[in-house]
Nanobody
């Protein structure tokens, strides 16, 4: 069964850092784009980053550009989202998703989704 599991969330003070992990089972990241999404209470889901394992292309939303970095460790079948200089407005449930080569920042373009991990940034 194909599955994605996120970890690494938690409570951090503003200005701090967290690294989220997204581990795949039942398939490999070899032929996938890995997207990162977040959803804050009362707000719509936001696509914040993606990385293509096809060509290494990355994308960051303006809201996280310069602070967040996404990467893939193919040997571990794990994707990471390094989050630095966290702000209270980054508080949300963060989820990863795996999709085909045309996947972008639309949740519906992906094939597999994780359950999410909570990130809370205190001021």
């Amino acid at each position: 069964e194909e599955q994605l599991v996120e970890s690494g969330g938690g409570l951090v003070q503003a200005g701090g850092s967290l690294r989220l992990s997204c581990v795949a089972s039942g398939f490999t990241f070899d032929d996938y784009v890995i997207g990162w999404f977040r959803q804050a209470p009362g707000k719509e889901r936001e696509g914040i980053s993606l990385i293509s394992n096809f060509d290494g292309h990355t994308y960051y939303a303006d809201s996280v550009k310069g602070r967040f970095t996404t990467s893939i460790d193919a040997a571990k079948n794990t994707a990471y989202l390094q989050m630095n200089s966290l702000k209270p407005e980054d508080t949300a449930v963060y989820s990863c998703a795996a999709g085909g080569v045309v996947a972008g920042m639309d949740w519906d373009e992906y094939d597999y989704w994780g359950q999410g991990t909570q990130v809370t940034v205190s001021s």
